[in-house]
């Protein structure tokens, strides 16, 4: 028995050591890079739907979104089995999970936000939706940057720091917007069901805001532990 864990230790620390010599799995990157580009892409469309008065040109801009969510979802999957097979990941595979699923959960609420608009038909859009839509733009912008900075951000994480810093002062602008539109909600909505539809909307996308933030701080975790 003793024998037996004597082996089994020498034979984990052989692989572990034999693992510093084989190539990492470079296949993630340009899966990464394109779920950060999918994101800003999603973002923007979901930008002008916010902003379109046009009922059509909603429904005719929805779809693309709709559309670039499927495409993360499969980029998921693909991810997720990329890794139960791969012998070496290029960072700690619970990093990559976090960072996939929370890549992940941007787009579906930026996507479950563009359905809520369709779905509810408000009257008229709030000014800080608007406002709102812009800091999801602008977070959607750190993480395409983010995910374009790492495959090097074990040699130059400079880049990949301050669009996490950023994606925590946007998220932290996101929760002022968001308050200060409930004060102005409950104030001046007199239409119970209005006031319901545009607090709705703005949930949804504070936590878009929020889930960006996330990805931020999986970044991080992964520059603390390799850079």
């Known amino acids: 028995m003793h024998r037996y864990i004597f ?11 034999f693992s ?14 394109r779920m950060g580009e999918a994101t800003v892409e999603a973002a923007d469309l979901f930008t002008q739907l916010l902003s379109e008065t046009d009922r059509q040109r909603q429904e005719e801009i929805y779809p693309q979104i709709k559309a670039i969510e ?18 070496v990941s290029p960072f700690d595979r619970e990093d990559m999970h976090g960072l996939t699923g929370t890549l992940d959960d941007v787009v579906d609420l930026i996507t479950s936000s563009s359905k809520r608009i369709l779905l509810y038909k408000p009257k008229q859009i709030p000014t800080k939706a608007m406002h709102m839509a812009e800091i ?5 912008k750190c993480i395409r940057t983010g995910m374009n900075e790492l495959q090097t951000i074990s040699k130059k994480p400079e880049v990949a720091l301050e669009q996490c810093q950023r994606l925590h002062d946007l998220e ?5 917007v968001y308050e200060s539109f409930l004060q102005d909600l409950f104030e001046n909505e007199k239409d119970a069901v209005e006031l319901i539809k545009v607090k709705d909307l703005m949930q ?17 975790t992964i520059i603390i532990k390799y850079a």
């Open 7 to 17: 082996l089994h230790k020498r034979m984990s620390a052989l692989n572990s050591i």
């Open 20 to 33: 510093i010599f084989l190539p990492k799995e470079d296949k993630f990157f340009p899966m990464f890079r």
């Open 70 to 87: 499927t495409e993360c979802d499969n980029i998921v999957i693909t991810i997720f089995n990329e890794l139960n097979d791969a012998f």
């Open 136 to 140: 999801i733009l602008e977070g959607a």
């Open 172 to 176: 932290h602008e996101g929760d002022e």
């Open 204 to 220: 949804g996308m504070e936590s878009a805001t929020d889930k960006a933030n996330s990805v931020g701080k999986t970044l991080k």
